[in-house]
T-cell receptor, first 117, second 114 residues
Framework: EAGVAQSPRYKIIEKRQSVAFWCNPI?????LYWYQQILGQGPKLLIQ????????DSQLPKDRFSAERLKGVDSTLKIQPAKLEDSAVYLC???????????????FGPGTRLLVL | DQQVKQNSPSLSVQEGRISILNCDYT??????FLWYKKYPAEGPTFLIS?????DKNEDGRFTVFLNKSAKHLSLHIVPSQPGDSAVYFC?????????????FGKGTLLTVNP
């Protein structure tokens, strides 16, 4: 079974530029998550999709970040314009979307490491 | 406000010995707890979990203990192996509904020396 795919793996941009990240979840997974992991911190959820609908985007800085999951499969996360503090690893995860006993495993991709100069 | 805290940034143990990683939480609504393991340049991978209705869950060399009254959980690895060297994240969630949000701690870097 193929895992969660993300691209690019690394990106260096200057502040005020735009950047986009792509995620392809595990086949059949209804739920997709974008996390931001700043160096020395744990991952922080930015947005959760259930199929192509947004479940939680309470921690997404909506003035500069946007995300979409057209057709309920692939997803893109965009930052426009980028700030220095956006330097982080952006992790995509997916899960089946049918939790059993209150829990379901989230499978993470390798992440995209973003450096904003 | 950190709702999940891992106060030890790093831990070093000898191969064959026990590794104990600790985690504290402040949100009493959390009722499911997980440990993830992360190698460099890879995403976190699920290791073991525990529901708040239990106080212990075991899977091979890994055991998670939960003390609800103290809002504390710990991960025991026995015996520790060099391949266990990684960053371990504690995470917590509130069950129910369609929001599966995980709240993570900052992680503990475990180094197992041969």
């Amino acid at each position: 079974e193929a895992g969660v795919a993300q691209s690019p793996r690394y990106k260096i941009i200057e502040k005020r530029q735009s950047v986009a990240f792509w995620c392809n979840p595990i086949s059949g997974h209804a739920t997709l998550y974008w996390y931001q992991q700043i160096l020395g911190q744990g991952p922080k959820l930015l947005i959760q999709f259930q199929n192509n609908g947004v479940v939680d985007d309470s921690q997404l800085p909506k003035d500069r970040f946007s995300a979409e999951r057209l057709k309920g499969v692939d997803s893109t996360l965009k930052i426009q314009p980028a700030k220095l503090e956006d330097s982080a690893v952006y992790l995509c995860a997916s899960s089946l979307g049918f939790p059993s006993g209150g829990f379901e495993t989230q499978y993470f991709g390798p992440g995209t490491r973003l450096l904003v100069l | 406000d950190q709702q999940v805290k891992q106060n030890s940034p790093s831990l070093s143990v000898q191969e064959g010995r026990i590794s104990i990683l600790n985690c504290d939480y402040t949100n009493s609504m959390f009722d499911y707890f997980l440990w993830y393991k992360k190698y460099p340049a890879e995403g976190p991978t699920f290791l073991i979990s525990i529901s708040s209705i239990k106080d212990k869950n075991e899977d091979g060399r890994f055991t998670v203990f939960l003390n609800k009254s103290a809002k504390h959980l710990s991960l025991h690895i026995v015996p520790s192996q060099p391949g266990d060297s990684a960053v371990y994240f504690c995470a917590a969630k509130v069950s129910g509904g369609s929001n599966y949000k995980l709240t993570f701690g900052k992680g503990t870097l475990l180094t197992v020396n041969p």
